[in-house]
């Protein structure tokens, strides 16, 4: 990595001291899902609370601050700007140069006790990337002009339990080639409805690899009698642990 990301390694340092002191194990499943090569879109679950992406976005305003960010790896994203390739300007010019772009598809952090509805930008991004690439080969990078999108889910046995567990799931790549035709077809509302399809498939991806409840009592219900079932927790298998939880 450039020094141009000199904050990023910096913070990631900061933030992995943090996290291993906090939790015992950070268990990934399906890293094998994780291309070793070419553009990547990871859209990824925010049960965590953070700052929220918008008041983030806000502060590129700063010179000082922008610097900063931009240091750390953050990409900044004019959410008033109409043109789509205008608004992921900063993201296309990543994935051109074949690196990995991670974004939260459900829009903010929050505390629920199932998914929030998966918003529609990063099928957006990855298409509208897609068919830029064909049509500026001369700007894109030789192997990144076929993005993936991966879907990432993380999900902890117990958040707010120190020393407790994150499981960090990695599911199957989703490929461009089955929504890009109707993409690029030219009929009146058929980019969108492409989008549409490829965001369900990211939604559903995510619903399946983390723990969903309809309410509150539903999910403490579930925790309690996972509890009866392993009194130690930490005797359930972490590859189980979703499926388990979910049953």
């Known amino acids: 990595m450039s020094d141009a990301y000199i904050a990023h390694r910096i913070i990631r340092r900061i933030a992995g001291w943090a996290v291993v002191s906090f939790f015992t194990e950070i268990h990934v499943v399906g890293g094998e899902n994780v291309p070793k090569n070419g553009p990547i879109v990871v859209t990824a679950t925010h049960h965590n609370m953070m700052l929220d992406p918008a008041i983030l976005s806000s502060l590129f305003a700063n010179p000082v601050v922008k610097y900063i960010l931009t240091s750390a790896g953050n990409i900044p994203v004019d959410r008033k700007a109409q043109d789509k390739r205008l608004l992921f300007r900063g993201t296309f010019r990543a994935l051109a140069e074949g690196k990995a772009v991670a974004l939260f598809p459900e829009g903010t952090s929050y505390t629920e006790p199932h998914i929030m509805q998966v918003k529609d930008g990063a099928a957006w991004a ?107 927790e930490r005797s359930i298998n972490l590859d189980d642990f979703v499926t388990i939880s979910q049953t």
């Open 126 to 232: 990855a298409l509208e990337y897609t068919k830029w690439a064909q049509e500026n080969p001369d700007k894109v990078k030789k192997g990144a002009e076929n993005v993936m999108i991966v879907p990432a889910t993380i999900v902890y046995t117990n958040k707010s339990k120190y020393r407790s567990q994150v499981i960090m799931e990695f599911g199957q790549p989703i490929r461009m080639e089955d929504y890009l035709g109707q993409f690029m077809s030219g009929e009146e509302g058929a980019p969108r409805a492409a989008v549409k399809r490829l965001t369900a498939v990211i939604e559903r991806e995510l619903t399946q690899s983390t723990i969903n409840a309809p309410d509150w009592d539903t999910l403490y219900a579930a925790r309690m009698a996972r509890d009866f079932l392993w009194p130690d």
